[in-house]
Nanobody, 122 residues
Framework: QVQLVESGGGLVQAGGSLRLSCAAS????????MDWYRQASGKQRESVAR???????RYADSVKGRFTISRDSAKNTVYLQMNGLKPEDTGVYYC????????????????WGQGTQVTVSS
């Protein structure tokens, strides 16, 4: 059973920092790209950051210069360092990974974590 488990969310004042982690576990052949998404109350889920297996990164304009995505391939873990947090960063943050599983090496499967709440007070 493949699982993605996020951690590191919480309540922080504006200007503060948080570091989110997402660990993939289970029988995994390889991990392609990993992403962080977020969803504010009453809004659609949006992409925040992406990192490929080669280490290339991409960020939403709203977080560029403040957030940094990184990964530890040996631990099947992706991180999101969030600095200079703003109230508009509040929401549930979800981890997403494109996985190749044993016995199904011809296809990439997308898995989601359960989400972690980030609340930024003004």
């Amino acid at each position: 059973q493949v699982q993605l488990v996020e951690s590191g969310g919480g309540l922080v004042q504006a200007g503060g920092s948080l570091r989110l982690s997402c660990a993939a576990s289970g029988s995994i052949l390889s991990i392609n790209a990993m992403d962080w998404y977020r969803q504010a109350s009453g809004k659609q889920r949006e992409s925040v950051a992406r990192i490929t297996s080669g280490g290339s990164t991409r960020y939403a304009d709203s977080v560029k210069g403040r957030f940094t995505i990184s990964r530890d391939s040996a631990k099947n873990t992706v991180y999101l360092q969030m600095n200079g947090l703003k109230p508009e960063d509040t929401g549930v943050y979800y981890c997403n990974a494109d996985l190749v599983l044993p016995g199904a090496s011809w296809k990439v499967q997308r898995y989601w974590g359960q989400g972690t709440q980030v609340t930024v007070s003004s």
